[in-house]
């Protein structure tokens, strides 16, 4: 009896250490993973980006982030540029052991998203170039004025590259601020953004490779919604009088045409 009581404690205490064991790496890893984002983050974009929380299921290999914020590049007036209240991950635990880690999905729930410029440029196309010059930083010929690689961590090791098999953002909103027409101000749904097999192969993806790729859909998919939403603004402003509404037309036609042509970039 003696040893079969001893075998039951033996087996509750390793239960509970196990247990314990894991809710302390859960609760160091959110916040290594916190300081992480936060460090490497703003050099993959090149503009302020900060993460208020993230909490990691060790065992069930998923992840909830809140208050992710990229903000605007020196310039630009609006306090962001995207705004993140809820995103949540799943990843292949197995895959954290192998050089590609395997997400499954990621959903990102009601992003704010900014557009603020007009024609001679605007804040979400600069962020774009900005990413575009890390990716080339990591992966060209290497430049005296590139910024230092943030995928390559301080051992010298290679970065781990990404997968992500399922990409959905929904429910996201446009805060339109165009410059060309005095300031004027809107707010416009965007349709969901559903992208699939982003690093799929041998090779994955680089953290800059992945957020330049998700960020240009982010871009493109803003654009056309502001293209069109300035086309029928200035169908309402061919009501005006004649003078004033010609000089208004012109002024929108002019501005519809150069964002029309940021597509064929």
């Not at 609760?27 to 300081?35: A, P, R, S």
């Amino acid at each position: 009896m003696k040893i079969k009581k001893i075998l039951l404690w033996s087996g509750i205490a390793l239960v509970v250490l196990v247990a314990v064991t894991l809710l302390v790496v859960g609760i160091f890893l959110d916040g290594i993973v916190k300081t992480a984002v936060n460090t490497v983050g703003p050099k993959i974009v090149q503009v302020p980006l900060t993460l208020d929380s993230i909490h990691i299921g060790v065992l069930s290999g998923s992840a909830t982030v809140k208050g992710l914020v990229i903000g605007n590049p020196e310039g630009y007036k609006t306090a962001s540029a995207v705004s993140v209240g809820l995103a949540e991950v799943s990843v292949d635990v197995a895959s954290a052991l192998s050089d590609k880690i395997v997400i499954h999905s990621v959903r990102v729930e009601s992003p704010e998203i900014t557009f603020e410029g007009g024609l001679s440029g605007n804040n979400l196309s600069k962020i774009q170039a900005n990413l575009n010059d890390t990716v080339k930083s990591l992966t060209g010929p290497g430049s005296t004025n590139a910024p230092a690689a943030p995928s390559t961590p301080a051992t010298g090791k290679p970065a781990k590259k990404l997968e992500v098999d399922d990409f959905l953002i929904t429910g996201a909103k446009v805060h339109v601020s165009l410059t060309g027409l005095g300031g004027k101000e809107m707010t416009l749904p965007l349709p969901d953004i559903h992208l699939t097999d982003l690093g799929k192969g041998n090779d994955g993806l680089t953290p800059a490779d992945l957020a330049s790729q998700v960020f240009k859909a982010i871009s493109d998919s803003t654009l056309h919604e502001v293209t069109a939403a300035i086309g029928n603004l200035g169908k309402d402003v061919g009501n005006l009088g004649k003078d004033a509404g010609k000089a208004a037309v012109d002024t929108v036609n002019k501005i519809t045409s150069g964002l029309g042509g940021l597509f064929k970039k």
